[in-house]
C-alpha cells in the first residue's frame, strides 16, 4: 500500500502537465482542445487533493485503537 503515496503526486504530475499544455493551445488559438486540457489540468488537481485527504484519513483511523 505505499504505492498509493506516490500516485498522488502523478495525478498533480498530471495536472500541470494538463495545464501547460492548455496554455499552449491556447496561445495557439485552438481554444476549444485548451478548455478540455484546461478540465483535465482542474481534474488532476482535485484527485491530488482529494487523495491526499482520504489518505490522511485513512492513516488516523489505523491510529486508533
Known sequence: MNYLKFTQYAYL???FI???DAFQKYQEGDTNKAYISAGFAVVGV???FFRRNYSKRFQDQNKKP
Do not use: K
Open 13 to 15: 504530475l498530471a495536472g
Open 18 to 20: 494538463f495545464a501547460f
Open 46 to 48: 482535485f484527485m491530488f
